[in-house]
């Protein structure tokens, strides 16, 4: 089937003498849509001919009415400038998280040809708003409507003056060149050329529309759509604006309207997927099979591109890229971002210090480490991050690295204090080594946007060198719109089997194999609604766009492209997977399913099952699974290092957590933080009560309810005493110091528990008492440990007691008699009760020796196990062990230890990675699993 581009060519080309083609002026859509149909009109003639004058349309607006086209850095410049004459304390900052807001109005407005802008602008002032909402004329607004209704009145002073300024330097931006040429039709009427085509444009802008109906009253013009009966017979919104254009007849005969999508035969394959990983895999499968078609890959989320690019080239098939990215995308923005960060951080400070975390997401950001490692080599590199790691500092100066003698111009720009054209330079130092060493391991992709980078920061400098005032914190905003908005267009050899585009890059174009990604709802039609300050009443009276009409913009699309290709593959995400929320398949989809096949029953429509097939040492899936090669280090760690109450918590939660943890011993390298975390949390609050309890355990003194009162007294002094031990976390202000004044509430209201619950007076026996037991199991003499927190005596017996930062509750602890006790003990969320039953086992077995040491008889009935949950003081949590008998717990963890004991001693099981996912959220490995 030939492609739109060809017949368009095909019937411009046999309308016309051969000789009289380079009088013709040929307008498409876009860059890429040129190059098809010149491709397409050359092979039309076996002998050479002069060609008409082929172009985009934005590119033959701008050489129509010869103007320059800013960048939008320069027109921020300028709209500021105007706006700071006309209010002066409007700050950079503040102006730059609303201008390009501003910028795209601007631009609707003259697209849209508003006959006369400042009407739309006093549409929205106060006066208007008192007649149009029907409020009495003493109605008072409130200052913020005032502001808000002021701001229009300075907006509209800026239009006019921006207009008056760039027509005067012969500068636009795009939606005003296109106004001007609408509205000066004398630019366009010429004796070069005799006729204009417009081809496979389709919802016009009002200037646009007055363009062509300009060139169709001269009888000059001739528009070629493509289009199809499916839309434009119905009330389908892909032919909206189309059908529209068709009725007028001003745009003279209507050609292109064929019948594709109700006669031809059409392979629809959708494809239901659970996450991106499994997307990725099936695209490479997709591309393969299509390798000797014309394929297109739609990519509709653009966070999904570089992933794509990274499976693509697998294929060894020439593939041609065609989109849009943010400047963000790049590794070089995050260096940028750092660099900023320091320079800002420094400008109030007289100490030139980054924090550690800065310096990890220096040393580690792709980019710079590699600058960093060519010039001072990968060894000193590799020793640069030994010392780090071993200096465990908080902050560092450049002093430092001078006294490591690891001394490194790159790095020494990040301690720089100095204006932001000082941060300029330091950042076009670092681009500089970048280009030094082009052909090393960095993606082509990077040197597009640094030389993106290295433009926008020369413009900028040069704007500051003009005397432009430009804060740190300003200069920061802008940087922060460049990496946001600026989009780099990435183009390649456009004449490959494969091409990777975003949807607006498949305009004109025909594809044999369309594949769409992610095609969610929310993807397309895109939810992302571009902001604007006129409301959807002030837009639809002065003849804006409106949300509706993207709606139907991308309709077109997406239907124009399904016209001529034979096979179809739709991907939608499920949103199966936790981390991906709710995900719907496109209503596109849906009007393929239950419209067009009904339309036409030559399109089949299938829903493929995708198959993973997995080795025999995967049989769960995705899930990681490890084979157990030798017993040897498993049987060296129960024999010496033993079980612990937390490592069968591990093992029972996640088998290949407690293999990684416990048998290889992989250690979670600690972080340096600013903030004090959980386990410095539960520290500081286990140590304040071991310091104020170990007297008392030194004395042997009995503790009465006047010794609880001082103990409570003294929680401030032991707090003051351990800050100054942890003296890399500042406890004066910020997060600290409030979680530290928490600590102290907790410890109090426990003093304050214990208080009233005291029935007399009691002994402290032990304090992170450590006991051990040698138990006989599998041919292997396991050790089992613990280390009780505190035991104490009492009246009534000995109290064991477990201190718990977190919260526990009374459920926690819960047992039917019902159930075996044994089978309760090996439940993965019973580690609390776990925890304690097996304190009473190791009581029980270091019996002897413990009566040797207290000076007593412990009589085990008689044994109170008892929990402080410093998050749930209220509750008295304690384990009942009267449900049961001794001889019957004494079993259960026989039982418990004989099971896991078996169960790591044969090559027989795996260590496999736990299907609970809410075990992976505070996991030291999640990062190794990549689970969530």
């Not at 900052?93 to 807001?101: A, G, N, Y």
């Not at 366009?188 to 081809?199: A, D, H, T």
């Not at 914190?473 to 091409?499: C, H, M, W, Y």
């Amino acid at each position: 089937m030939q492609s739109f581009l060809e017949l368009a060519a095909k019937s411009i080309f046999e309308s016309h003498n051969k000789n009289d083609l380079q009088n013709l002026q040929v307008i498409l859509p876009s860059r890429r849509a040129v190059f098809f149909f010149k491709k397409a009109l050359s092979e039309l003639s076996e002998s050479p001919f002069f060609a008409p004058k082929i172009e985009s349309i934005d590119d033959f607006i701008l050489r129509t009415a010869d103007f320059t086209t800013l960048d939008n850095v320069d027109l921020y410049f300028e709209i500021y400038g105007i706006l700071s004459k006309i209010d002066p304390s409007q700050s950079f900052e503040k102006f730059m998280s609303w201008v390009p807001t501003l910028l795209k109005d601007f631009e609707n407005i003259d697209f849209s040809l508003v006959e006369n802008p400042h009407l739309l602008f006093k549409y929205m002032s106060e006066a208007d708003a008192l007649s149009r909402w029907e409020l009495d004329n003493d109605y008072v607004f409130t200052p913020n409507a005032q502001s808000y209704f002021s701001f229009f009145d300075r907006i509209s002073e800026v239009y006019e003056k921006l207009n008056e300024k760039l027509l005067k330097d012969k500068k636009c931006y795009r939606g005003m060149v296109y106004r001007k040429v609408a509205e000066n039709p004398d630019w366009l009427i010429s004796n070069e050329i005799k006729k204009y085509y417009f081809v496979g444009l389709n919802a016009l802008s009002k200037s646009e529309e007055k363009i062509i109906e300009t060139l169709e009253k001269a009888n000059m013009s001739e528009c070629i759509w493509d289009t199809d009966d499916f839309y434009m017979n119905s009330q389908n919104k892909a032919g909206k604006k189309l059908r529209g254009y068709k009725k007028s007849g001003k745009f003279g005969k209507w050609n292109f309207q064929n019948n594709h999508l109700k006669n031809s035969e059409k392979k629809v394959r959708i494809f239901e997927l659970n996450n991106d990983s499994l997307q990725s895999k099936l695209i490479y499968n997709l591309a393969q099979e299509a390798r000797n078609q014309r394929h297109v890959i739609v990519v509709l989320d653009e966070n999904q591109f570089l992933p794509l690019l990274l499976n693509i080239p697998a294929l060894q098939l020439p593939f041609n890229i065609s989109i849009g990215l943010p400047i963000s995308s790049s590794h070089f923005s995050e260096v940028l971002r750092l660099l900023i960060g320091c320079y800002q951080n420094h400008e109030h400070n007289d100490d030139l210090k980054i924090h550690n975390s800065v310096l990890s997401k220096i040393s580690d950001n792709q980019i710079f480490k590699s600058l960093i490692i060519n010039e001072i080599s990968l060894d000193k590199f590799e020793l640069l991050h030994t010392k780090i790691r071993a200096s465990k500092k908080l902050f560092y100066d450049y002093n430092w690295f001078i006294n490591q003698g690891l001394s490194c111009d790159l790095l020494q720009n990040f301690f720089r204090k100095g204006s932001a054209l000082d941060c300029i330079e330091s950042l076009e130092f670092i681009l500089g080594k970048f280009f030094d060493i082009q052909g090393s391991d960095f993606s082509d992709i990077e040197y597009v946007f640094a030389n993106v980078l290295k433009n926008k920061l020369n413009l900028i400098k040069e704007k500051l060198r003009l005397g432009i005032a430009l804060n740190l914190k300003s200069f920061s905003a802008l940087i922060e719109d460049l990496l946001k908005n600026e989009r780099v267009p990435f183009e390649g050899d456009s004449d490959t089997p494969l091409q990777i585009m975003s949807m607006l890059e498949t305009r004109c174009l025909d594809f044999e194999c369309v594949t769409i990604l992610s095609f969610n709802e929310g993807n397309l039609p895109s939810t992302k609604k571009t902001n604007s300050f006129f409301p959807f009443d002030a837009c639809k009276i002065f003849g804006l766009p409106l949300y509706s009409d993207q709606d139907a913009i991308m309709a077109y699309h997406f239907f124009r492209l399904m016209q001529r290709a034979q096979t179809l593959n739709f991907l939608y995400l499920n949103g199966a997977s936790e981390a991906l929320g709710n995900k719907e398949k496109s209503r596109f989809i849906r009007q393929v399913e239950e419209e067009l096949c009904i339309y036409n029953p030559k399109i089949k429509v299938s829903y493929p099952s995708i198959n993973i097939k997995h080795s025999e040492n995967n049989k769960s899936g995705s899930d990681i699974i490890v084979k157990k090669e030798s017993l040897l280090q498993i049987t060296d760690f129960l024999v010496n290092k033993g079980l612990s109450a937390s490592s069968i918590n591990d093992y029972l939660s996640c088998s290949l957590r407690f293999y990684w943890k416990y048998i290889l011993k992989i250690k979670n390298e600690d972080e340096l933080k600013s903030q004090i975390g959980t386990d410095v949390f539960g520290t500081i609050v286990h140590k304040v009560l071991e310091n104020l309890d170990k007297p008392y355990l030194d004395s042997k003194n009995p503790i009465d309810k006047e010794v609880l009162q001082n103990q409570k007294n003294e929680v401030e002094n032991q707090l003051s005493l351990i800050k100054n031990e942890h003296k890399s976390f500042d406890f004066d202000s910020g997060m600290n110091l409030i979680l530290i004044s928490v600590v102290k509430k907790i410890i109090e209201k426990y003093f304050h528990k214990r208080e009233s619950e005291f029935v007399g007076n009691f002994k402290i026996l032990g304090i992170e008492k450590e006991l051990t037991s040698i138990q006989a199991i599998s041919n292997v003499e396991l050790k089992l440990k613990g280390v009780i927190d505190k035991i104490e005596l009492h009246p009534f017996g000995l109290r064991i007691i477990d201190y718990k930062t977190g919260k526990v509750e009374l459920k926690d602890l819960h047992l039917d008699k019902e159930n075996d006790l044994a089978e309760t003990l090996l439940n993965s969320e019973k580690s609390k009760l776990r925890q304690l039953i097996i304190y009473y086992f190791l009581i029980f077995s270091n019996k002897t020796i413990m009566e040797k040491d207290f000076g007593l008889k412990i009589i085990l009935e008689d044994l109170q196990l008892v929990i402080y949950s410093f998050r749930n003081l209220g509750a008295d949590i304690s384990f009942n062990k009267n449900m049961f008998t001794h001889n019957e717990i004494i079993e259960a963890v026989n039982l418990l230890l004989t099971k896991i004991v078996s169960e790591l001693l044969t090559t027989e099981t795996c260590f496999v990675q736990t299907q609970d996912k809410n075990q992976c959220k505070y996991c030291d490995f999640i990062n190794v699993c990549q689970r969530n």
